[in-house]
């Protein structure tokens, strides 16, 4: 079968490497050889191996029948929308790890994939090379799911790691992450939790089969987050991590948020430490199962992105069905939705507080004048009207 | 498509309650209604809803044209393996949660699905509602596998957790272990390290795709761990865990085994406590991915029973390509493997210690009189030679 790479990027690179490297065991595994016949990128790469099959004009791709998958690894939505959408009119197989792309028009293209009989894929567009994707079109599907909960973001997990081992400040461990590489110069995707938001987009199409419009996820980064408060999680025995969550509450509405959340020592997520990435899925039967590795890097997402060209070359001339339907999930609104909370509150409000919320704990001493409190579960709404009266200095979600 | 489950025990009736009250999920993921036309157990149920499909007679099931596939939940080699071959043979696909019969007689009954253009699952297998078969099939499939380590058994990490928080001795957690109901009376199976072994046979005929003989995989269980031992281990700020492993050295040779491994802090398996079980994976590009959650219990195993169900249904006439064949993988020999390790050794030899073994960390004053240490990576031969001269009390692997 005859493979094009669209982007010859980290990933596309990783992508080349992952099929030349372990070619014998991929031609084992699907049964036919798999052949690069064009990687398609703007620029010149020369003395490089793929030279050879380097080309710069898009139809020279989608116009070769001998084509059959086609790799695209090009990032941004647009012309990676366009070029995906021609490929799968022609009948060629997508994969990609494109998330913006995914979270905004996956449920068209997967639809115009089983229109064509072919398959549009895209495993490394969440979590880098852990297999969550493949996890909940095809393993976990006798259950109904009742919550997803990811460290979907390795920049930031590493930075929030490092606040709480090192006692370093917001400032300092973001400029560590970028001298390190693990954060981009303009951090904003990573840090206001942009990037995770369209991977719990994702994630929770998935799960409830219909989309889930990314702009409708109340969406909250870790840039507030202090020393004070990852002294105060350390206080209550937690760790703060930026999760992106999604569940179906007792009304019947799926809640989604992206938002720093203390976790309790008991959840797997607790000990997911640095640029690592992890995600639980409980279901109605199976409980809670949890996927963790490494969200990001050449090689791993690069390996994830290649599954899918060999799970589309097992199936040759099959659509290996995915439930994500164009039509809107609509979101429970964001003031209905139940949380814990912690907050700081200046001392001098702690009878007022006692007579607003129902304490679970409370934190004295780890900064004068003011307590902190974990609150029982409220809804959102409830919630911000205690807190502006409690002069409230800082909040953040709670197991 | 019509459903027959054989065995109505704790797994065959968790496949009941699993299809019947997801039933509206299931149709939609499916595309099409699952029926369950026959439970096939040798007992009756006066009262229970199955009574009305409860039949006695295996030939009911097999020769019934409109079964298209068979749960076998039935446990034990004999008669579950002569019922699977006989449906397979009728171009029924089998679903099993059977690790016995799946360790013996796998490649067989796949290769006989494959011939018959149906299917022969087992994800229920391993890890009970952990998806790590198909992890194996169908997501690490770009990668060639480096190592497999699993916390496979979750009776025996229950009390090697109990061991190491409470302090309690083997003997005392063990019946804490019957009392909760974790551990059977007769626990042979898991304290020995039975079950782990053919868990590992599994994961590892899988990895490789060849047949491992499980009786040739050396298994030794958590029998002969001690407080002593649990102590030393804590001083090395590790944690003892009962882990079943396979590896390809070298050399070229896979390497399998089963026995109580002293684990890192950073090692992911470090945190899994109690009786949840948990893989890891680690593939040459992809590096390692961990995959946690219940091993056991009625309703999460049966949760992955009835996706292998789904899976089946999903793709109707079709036979998804597992890679095990019958053709026997040979170990590497048990002497040649390579394994750091604990020991506990005379005061008096210490001096001998230092001239027989590269020592990466030595423990003084757990016990008086003696001191733990533990050893660069070695092959097993030479550290058994080692080990005798220094009258070591104790062993155990290390990472």
């Given at each position: 079968?005859?493979?094009?790479?669209?982007?010859?990027?980290?990933?596309?690179?990783?992508?080349?490497?992952?099929?030349?490297?372990?070619?014998?065991?991929?031609?084992?595994?699907?049964?036919?050889e798999?052949?690069?016949?064009?990687?398609?990128?703007?620029?010149?790469?020369?003395?490089?191996?793929v030279?050879?099959?380097?080309?710069?004009?898009?139809?020279?791709?989608?116009?070769?029948?001998?084509?059959?998958?086609?790799?695209e690894?090009?990032?941004?939505?647009?012309?990676?929308?366009?070029?995906?959408?021609?490929?799968l009119?022609?009948?060629?197989?997508?994969?990609?790890?494109?998330?913006?792309?995914?979270?905004?028009?996956?449920?068209?293209?997967?639809?115009?994939?089983?229109?064509?009989?072919?398959?549009?894929?895209?495993?490394?567009?969440?979590?880098?090379?852990?297999?969550?994707?493949?996890?909940?079109?095809?393993?976990?599907?006798?259950?109904?799911?009742?919550?997803?909960?990811?460290?979907?973001?390795?920049?930031?997990?590493?930075?929030?790691?490092?606040?709480?081992?090192?006692?370093?400040?917001?400032?300092?461990?973001?400029?560590?992450?970028?001298?390190?590489?693990?954060?981009?110069?303009?951090?904003?995707?990573?840090?206001?939790?942009?990037?995770?938001?369209?991977?719990?987009?994702?994630?929770?199409?998935?799960?409830?089969?219909?989309?889930?419009?990314?702009?409708?996820?109340?969406?909250?980064?870790?840039?507030?987050?202090?020393?004070?408060?990852?002294?105060?999680?350390?206080?209550?025995?937690?760790?703060?991590?930026?999760?992106?969550?999604?569940?179906?509450?007792?009304?019947?509405?799926?809640?989604?948020?992206?938002?720093?959340?203390?976790?309790k020592?008991?959840?797997?997520?607790?000990?997911?430490?640095?640029?690592?990435?992890a995600?639980?899925?409980?279901?109605?039967?199976?409980?809670?199962?949890?996927?963790?590795?490494?969200?990001?890097?050449?090689?791993?997402?690069?390996?994830?992105v290649?599954?899918?060209?060999?799970?589309?070359?097992?199936?040759?001339?099959?659509?290996?069905?995915?439930?994500?339907a164009?039509?809107?999930?609509?979101?429970?609104?964001?003031?209905?939705?139940?949380?814990?909370?912690?907050?700081?509150?200046?001392?001098?409000?702690?009878?007022m507080?006692?007579?607003?919320?129902?304490?679970?704990?409370?934190?004295?001493?780890?900064?004068?004048?003011?307590?902190?409190?974990?609150t029982?579960?409220?809804?959102?709404?409830?919630?911000?009207?205690?807190?502006?009266k409690?002069?409230?200095?800082?909040?953040?979600?709670?197991?």
């Amino acid at each position: 079968m005859n493979v094009a790479i669209m982007g010859y990027g980290t990933v596309g690179s990783g992508v080349y490497e992952v099929l030349t490297k372990n070619a014998q065991t991929i031609t084992r595994r699907t049964g036919t050889e798999l052949k690069i016949k064009y990687v398609l990128d703007l620029r010149e790469f020369p003395g490089d191996p793929v030279e050879s099959v380097l080309v710069h004009d898009f139809n020279v791709v989608v116009n070769d029948p001998e084509v059959d998958i086609v790799v695209e690894v090009m990032g941004g939505v647009h012309p990676a929308y366009e070029f995906s959408k021609e490929a799968l009119l022609k009948g060629k197989s997508v994969c990609t790890s494109n998330k913006e792309l995914v979270a905004k028009h996956g449920a068209e293209l997967i639809s115009l994939a089983r229109e064509k009989n072919c398959n549009y894929l895209f495993e490394a567009s969440v979590g880098g090379g852990i297999p969550i994707i493949r996890q909940l079109i095809r393993s976990i599907t006798a259950d109904d799911i009742e919550r997803i909960d990811g460290i979907l973001n390795g920049t930031t997990n590493y930075m929030m790691t490092k606040m709480r081992d090192e006692g370093l400040s917001f400032d300092a461990v973001l400029k560590r992450a970028q001298e390190k590489g693990y954060a981009e110069r303009n951090p904003a995707a990573d840090i206001e939790g942009h990037d995770a938001c369209r991977k719990i987009a994702i994630l929770t199409s998935l799960a409830y089969g219909k989309q889930v419009d990314y702009e409708d996820i109340y969406t909250e980064g870790i840039t507030k987050i202090t020393g004070t408060d990852v002294s105060y999680a350390a206080s209550f025995g937690r760790a703060i991590k930026l999760i992106g969550s999604s569940s179906i509450a007792e009304d019947g509405k799926v809640y989604a948020i992206v938002a720093p959340k203390m976790l309790k020592k008991s959840n797997p997520l607790f000990m997911v430490d640095g640029v690592f990435n992890a995600i639980t899925v409980k279901g109605n039967m199976l409980d809670e199962v949890m996927c963790y590795g490494k969200g990001a890097g050449k090689l791993p997402t690069a390996s994830a992105v290649v599954s899918d060209v060999i799970d589309i070359a097992k199936h040759p001339g099959t659509n290996i069905p995915i439930i994500w339907a164009q039509e809107k999930l609509e979101l429970g609104r964001f003031e209905d939705m139940k949380n814990s909370f912690f907050l700081r509150i200046p001392a001098r409000n702690r009878t007022m507080a006692e007579e607003l919320l129902n304490i679970r704990e409370t934190a004295d001493g780890v900064l004068e004048g003011e307590i902190g409190i974990i609150t029982d579960v409220m809804t959102e709404g409830a919630f911000a009207e205690a807190a502006k009266k409690l002069e409230a200095v800082s909040v953040i979600r709670c197991e």
